[in-house]
C-alpha cells in the first residue's frame, strides 16, 4: 500500500509546516535561516525535514507557520473498507496508550469515495478504536479540548496523509494577547507582513491605527529576534510517548540566546482610548525589553517632523460598519501619507479592494493575501519628494 513510517525518531524526517496563502517564500526562508533541509514549497504549507530537537525548534521559532505537523503513514485507496484496512493496521500503540486520549481532524479534497470530513473522521476513528480493542481488550477515548494525540487526516482524491500534529492550538496564539478587538490581527499574518515589507530593522517603525498592538508587538519580536513561541503554555508534542524534556530545555535555552540589540523606536497611534489601553496591557504581558510607545492619537490630524526614514503599517478599517466612509477615510489616509509622512515606507493590509483606488498614490507593489476569510490586498507605498531618481 505504499505505506511509509518513521523507524527512528532521533533520525531526520518529514514535516510540514502549514500557513496561510501567499506567504510560502516567507515562511521557507524562515525554515532555511533556522536550518531546515529539504525545503518544499506547496499551497499553503512548506515540507521539511529536522530531528526531533528541530520539531521543537521550530514550534518555538517560526513566525509564518500555523501548525507543525508530522507525517506518519501515507496509502492509496480505492473504498471505504481498504481506507478503514490501512489505518486499522498502522501500529498506533507506537504513538499512544490503549488508555489514552485522541482526536481527529481531516479535510477531504476531490474525492470520490468521501464528500463529508466528518465521515472520514469516523471512520478512522472506528478502525483506531477497533485495532485497540483487538489487540488490548481496552480502546482510548475521544477527547476534543485536551488529547493527548491530536491526529490530522488529508485525503486528496485517493491518497490519504496521516500526520500528527505536534502543535495544538494554532501557533498564532503566542500567549501575549490577552486583550483583544471585535477585528483583531492574527499574529501570524501580522508577522508575516512585518517579514513581507522587508523592514531592515534599522529605522523607526509607526502603526498609526494600532489597535490592540500586534503589529509593534511582532515587529518588536523581530527586531529582538525573539522566538514567537516562547510564551505559549504548551505544545501538543508534551503529551507524545516520546517526549523529552530535557532536549526542549536545551533547544528554549539555545533560541533564547539568539536575542539581539535594537536602537530604533516602535510607536503607534489610534484614536480609541480603550484599544491605546489594550494594545499597552498586551505589550506588558509580552514583556519585550523595548519600550514601545501608544498614544490616543488621530493620525489623519499627526504629522512627521523630521526627515529620517520611517516605517509605517497600517491596517484600516475595511468595512461600512464604521462612522465613516470608508471611501473618505481612505483618501484621508492617502493624503496624510502623501502630506505630512515624507521619507516614509508604507504597507497597507485591507480587504476593501474598491476603498484602495480612493487612497490616491501609485502603489509599488500589490500583493494577494487573506485575512481570515476575506480577500485581502498589501499594498506598499514610498513616500518621498520629487521623482524616483532623487530617492536615493
Not at 299 to 307: A, G, I, Q, R, V
Request: aromatic fraction near 12%.
Amino acid at each position: 500500500m505504499g505505506r511509509k513510517t518513521n523507524k527512528n525518531m532521533s533520525e531526520n524526517f518529514k514535516m510540514i509546516a502549514k500557513t496561510f496563502y501567499g506567504f510560502e517564500d516567507i515562511l521557507s526562508e524562515e525554515l532555511l535561516a533556522l536550518g531546515a533541509q529539504k525545503i518544499n514549497k506547496g499551497n499553503r504549507n512548506v515540507s521539511f525535514y529536522g530531528d526531533k530537537g528541530f520539531l521543537y525548534k521550530s514550534n518555538l521559532s517560526l513566525r509564518t507557520a500555523l501548525k507543525i505537523l508530522k507525517p506518519v503513514c501515507e496509502f492509496r485507496f480505492k473504498d471505504i473498507n481498504e481506507y478503514y484496512d490501512n489505518i486499522y493496521s498502522f501500529k498506533w500503540e507506537d504513538y499512544i496508550g490503549p488508555t489514552g486520549s485522541f482526536l481527529i481532524n481531516s479535510v477531504v479534497f476531490h474525492s470520490n469515495v468521501f464528500n463529508n470530513s466528518k465521515f472520514t473522521s469516523l471512520k478512522a476513528k472506528d478502525a483506531i478504536v477497533d485495532r485497540f480493542r483487538d489487540k488490548f481488550k481496552k480502546r482510548p477515548s475521544i477527547n476534543s479540548f485536551n488529547p493527548e494525540l491530536r491526529i490530522e487526516i488529508h485525503v486528496n482524491r485517493n491518497v490519504c496523509t496521516i500526520s500528527l500534529d505536534s502543535s495544538g492550538e494554532s501557533l498564532h496564539k503566542r500567549g501575549y494577547k490577552k486583550y483583544n478587538s471585535a477585528a483583531p490581527l492574527n499574529e501570524v499574518l501580522a508577522a508575516g507582513i512585518v517579514l513581507m515589507s522587508k523592514w531592515d530593522k534599522k529605522s523607526d517603525l509607526l502603526d498609526p491605527m494600532c489597535g490592540t498592538g500586534t503589529f509593534l508587538i511582532e515587529a518588536a519580536m523581530i527586531a529582538k529576534n525573539i522566538a514567537p513561541n516562547l510564551n505559549r503554555l504548551s505544545f501538543a508534542f508534551e503529551k507524545w510517548k516520546d517526549w523529552d524534556n530535557e532536549l526542549f530545555e536545551i533547544i528554549e535555552e539555545s533560541v533564547r540566546s539568539k536575542e539581539i540589540d535594537f536602537d530604533y523606536k516602535l510607536y503607534g497611534f489610534d484614536i480609541s482610548n480603550a484599544m491605546v489601553k489594550k494594545a499597552q496591557k498586551n505589550i506588558e504581558v509580552a514583556e519585550i525589553d523595548i519600550d514601545i510607545e501608544i498614544a490616543k492619537k488621530d493620525f489623519l490630524n499627526s504629522k512627521k517632523t523630521d526627515e529620517d526614514k520611517l516605517h509605517i503599517l497600517i491596517n484600516p478599517p475595511y468595512d461600512k460598519r464604521i462612522s465613516i466612509d470608508v471611501n473618505v477615510l481612505y483618501k484621508k489616509i492617502g493624503d496624510t501619507l502623501k502630506n505630512n509622512y515624507l521619507y516614509s515606507d508604507v504597507w497597507i493590509i485591507t480587504a476593501n479592494l474598491e476603498a484602495i483606488k480612493s487612497i490616491g498614490l501609485r502603489s509599488n507593489k500589490k500583493i494577494k493575501l487573506y485575512n481570515s476569510n476575506l480577500e485581502s490586498r498589501l499594498l506598499n507605498y514610498a513616500i518621498y519628494p520629487g521623482t524616483k531618481k532623487n530617492k536615493n
